[in-house]
C-alpha cells in the first residue's frame, strides 16, 4: 500500500515550457487534491476532484489544469510555466469529501521555474 | 488578507517541556479548526482538531484549545519530544464547506532540544 504517491520529486523548468505533475493513490479514495506551499506561506487550494470525470477550482487555479480520467490519478499541468509558479506541491486524497481529517497528503514535488 | 495567522515562524523548547503554539483567525464563519504536523521532505499529516461547539480537545499528549471570543486556538503538547520537531500548520473552515474550503496558516517550525 504506497498511499499518496507524486512524481517527479524535484523539476527545474524554463519559463514557457509545459509539463505534468502526477499524483497517484491506491487507496480507492474518492476525493483528490492539488495544493501548493509557497514560502512563508501556508498551503493554497489549486484544484480538487469529487470523483473520476468530476473537477473544480480551488483558491489559486490559474496557470493550472487538471483531469480525473481515473479514480487513481489526478495530473496536474502547467500549461506554460511562470517564475511565479515556482512552488512545492502537494497531491492529497481522502476517502470522501470531508473536512480535512481524513487527507492523505503525498511527499511533495518541488517546482523551481527559471 | 490572511484569515488564518501564525504569527510565530518558529518556536524552541527543551524536551520534557510544554510547547504552545498559536493561531488567530479573523473569519468569524469558521466553525471547525485543525491541526497538521509536517516533517521535512514529507506531506502534513492531520494531527488533531476541534469545532467550535467545544473549548477544548485531547488526543493523548496533545490538546488543543479554542477560545471563540478571541478567535484564537493553541495546540499544547505535553510533554514536548524531540520527534515532535516539525512544522505545524492550523487550517480552519466552515463546517459545511468541505476540505476544499480549508484556509492554512503559514505554519510554526517546532524544535525540540534534547
Known amino acids: 500500500n504506497a498511499g499518496v504517491t507524486q512524481t517527479p520529486k524535484f523539476q527545474v523548468l524554463k519559463t514557457g515550457q509545459s509539463m505534468t505533475l502526477q499524483c497517484a493513490q491506491d487507496?480507492?479514495?474518492?476525493?483528490m487534491s492539488w495544493y501548493r506551499q509557497d514560502p512563508g506561506m501556508g498551503l493554497r487550494l489549486i484544484h480538487y476532484s469529487v470523483g473520476a470525470g468530476i473537477t473544480d477550482q480551488g483558491e489559486v487555479p490559474n496557470g493550472y489544469n487538471v483531469s480525473r480520467s481515473t479514480t487513481e490519478d489526478f495530473p496536474l499541468r502547467l500549461l506554460s510555466a511562470a517564475p511565479s509558479q515556482t512552488s512545492v506541491y502537494f497531491c492529497a486524497s481522502s476517502p470522501y469529501r470531508g473536512n480535512g481529517e481524513t487527507q492523505y497528503f503525498g511527499p511533495g514535488t518541488r517546482l523551481l521555474v527559471l | 488578507d490572511q484569515q488564518v495567522k501564525q504569527n510565530s515562524p518558529s518556536l524552541s523548547v527543551q524536551e520534557g517541556r510544554i510547547s504552545i503554539l498559536n493561531c488567530d483567525y479573523t473569519n468569524s464563519m469558521f466553525d471547525y479548526f485543525l491541526w497538521y504536523k509536517k516533517y521535512p521532505a514529507e506531506g502534513p499529516t492531520f494531527l488533531i482538531s476541534?469545532?467550535?461547539?467545544?473549548d477544548k480537545n485531547e488526543d493523548g499528549r496533545f490538546t488543543v484549545f479554542l477560545n471563540k471570543s478571541a478567535k484564537h486556538l493553541s495546540l499544547h503538547i505535553v510533554p514536548s519530544q524531540p520527534g515532535d520537531s516539525a512544522v505545524y500548520f492550523c487550517?480552519?473552515?466552515?463546517?459545511?464547506?468541505?476540505?476544499?474550503?480549508?484556509?492554512f496558516g503559514k505554519g510554526t517550525k517546532l524544535t525540540v532540544n534534547p
Open positions: 487507496m480507492n479514495h474518492e476525493y
Open positions: 476541534i469545532s467550535s461547539i467545544k
Open positions: 487550517a480552519a473552515s466552515e463546517t459545511q464547506g468541505g476540505s476544499e474550503k480549508l484556509v
